[in-house]
């Protein structure tokens, strides 16, 4: 059984910095796909970013040069570190997981696997 378990949530000011944690356990990939989604209170979940097995990533277009992703294959982590935030960031972030490794599927929000999700709050 797969579990994703993010961290590193919380609330800054706008203008602010976070970074998020995700810590995968309990399967075993030949390769995987891994990204953030985020949804906030009466929106649809929005891509955030997604990083494929061999590091290509891929961003959502709202957070392209204040957001970067990166994992850890070996400790099977995932990280997003955040800039410049701005009340429009306010939303729950989830981690997701997919073994298909195809950024182009997994950014329409295809992925067998996800976390409980984050809550990120950007005040003005």
């Known amino acids: 059984q797969v579990q994703l378990v993010e961290s590193g949530g919380g609330s800054v000011q706008d203008g602010g910095s976070l970074r998020l944690s995700c810590a995968a356990s309990?399967?075993?990939?030949?390769?995987?796909?891994m990204g953030w989604f985020r949804q906030a209170p009466g929106k649809e979940r929005e891509f955030v970013a997604g990083v494929g097995y061999s590091g290509i990533t891929l961003y959502g277009d709202s957070v392209k040069g204040r957001f970067t992703i990166s994992r850890d294959n070996t400790k099977t982590r995932l990280y997003l570190q955040m800039n410049t935030l701005k009340p429009e960031d306010t939303a729950v972030y989830l981690c997701a997981l997919d073994p298909r490794d195809a950024l182009g599927i997994f950014r329409n929000g295809r992925a067998d696997y996800w976390g409980q999700g984050t809550q990120v709050t950007v005040s003005s």
């Open positions: 309990g399967g075993t990939f030949r390769s995987y796909a």
